[in-house]
């Protein structure tokens, strides 16, 4: 099995102090990865440790996210939206108060 290729990483905070990362890499295509990506993008809330928003599509669960605790599956499309998804989602919550 080939190694998967670090196609995006970066990591940043927004005026709130909330954490943001995205990690895409192009794998590739396999039973374990079809359509030749993997990621994992991640929130966190500004004074917290735990993940607020974590999108992932690690084996053998594939595409998923967790809000706060609960996980349910993502409809993964493509990377644009899985992007547009995450950030619309996250900046939501960024917003809310604990």
């Known amino acids: 099995m080939a190694r998967a290729t670090l196609l995006r990483h970066r990591k940043w905070t927004d005026e709130r102090g909330n954490l943001y990362e995205v ?12 359509e030749g990506v993997r990621y994992r993008l991640a929130f966190i809330r500004s004074g917290e440790k735990k993940t607020a928003l974590l999108y992932d599509n690690h084996h053998p669960k594939g595409h998923h996210r967790h809000v706060e605790e609960p996980e349910e599956t993502y409809r993964f499309t493509t990377v644009k939206q899985l992007l547009a998804d995450f950030t619309t989602e996250a900046t939501s919550l960024g917003r809310e108060t604990k």
């Open 23 to 34: 990690a895409l890499w192009h794998a590739e295509r396999s039973a374990r990865h079809p």
